[in-house]
């Protein structure tokens, strides 16, 4: 993503578009495992949860340093949510209005926590790192934080939508990359290339992590971090047929429509993409990422409050354009399926859970 116009989202002009006809079918989702959209419907739809007021609004976004196309500002539109819209093969699944904004925001604190506060995992030698990137940037935040707290580093962020805050640090810019595109920098130019949630994002994970080997220095380091999004759990809480049960299946079904497969961590593209590439001393660290604040263990419970922050700020934002536009969902089906998923991880007796892992490697000297 970039920063590069004073143009505001809501100053902009959205060009709406018609959603494209369902990519996958209401009998190959069933052939599949997920239940008939319709099933969310019929079910009695429990009493709303508001979104939680804690969180909160991070700074403007969509602001500038350097000149775009108006055409970058015309997003698509689908049921009211407005989406990147540039021409090509970028095509995000996730919306870029305020609201969906505001949950990557909160998101970003989720994943730093999940690192135990710190904002990488790798064996960085930090007073030697000069130039970093992070490949799929989305607000910026990450990028932001690394500056701040290394100011010797020039960082780049990328995106393929412009929706970063316009108050950076002076070693900070934002630059529009596909990252599924050939990248545009020199061989050897990054010590540190970072990879976060890239789920549903990428078309070839061998290719991407041969694009960071590429960029990569002598000596430097890759690191991709990102969840699953199949919930489990460890009682049987989760049960076969719930929302939560069908969460997964709704993604991977979604990405198979797309072309860019959700489940990352269940293939293991992260540690086969990486070895593929050349990377050594690959390493990862798995976690479990509660719903909510069940888990006996302090540190896990934190992770799960600020996981749920993420999904009650925008849930529906998430679903939108996988259910609606790949699946052939109704707008009243993927609401149903989300309130029914917010009544369950409300449910103190359902214990839910998805996996997430840090994994990196050095690109050899």
Known sequence: MDSSSSQSPKAASPTPTTAPAPLLSA?????????????WAD???????????TASTIGSVLSSTASLSSTIFQYRTHHGRTYHGDIGNAEGWEPNDQRHLESMDIAHHCYTVCAG????????????????????TGTGLWAIDFADEFPHAEVIGTDITPIQPSWVPPNVQFELEDCNQEWTWAENTFDFVHLRMLIGVVEDWHA??????RTCKPGGYVESFLCSCHFVSDDGSVKPGTALDQWGNVCSQGGKAFGR?????????QRKGMEAAGFVDIDFKDIVVPIGVWHSDKDAAERGLWWKMVLEMDLEGYFNYICHSLLGWKPEETQAFCAHAKKEWNDPNIHGYVMARFAWGRKPE
Do not use: C, M, N
């Not at 497969?261 to 593209?269: G, N, P, R, W």
């Open 208 to 213: 991407l992590f041969r694009q960071a080997y």
């Open 117 to 136: 506060g710190k904002l990488f995992l790798s064996p960085l030698d930090t007073k030697k790192v000069q130039k970093v990137v992070d490949i799929g």
């Open 43 to 53: 079910q009695p739809l429990p009493e709303e949860h508001a979104d939680d007021d």
């Open 261 to 269: 497969t959700f489940d990352v961590y269940e293939e293991d593209l």
């Open 27 to 39: 009998e190959a989702a069933a052939a599949v495992g997920i239940l008939p959209a319709s099933h």
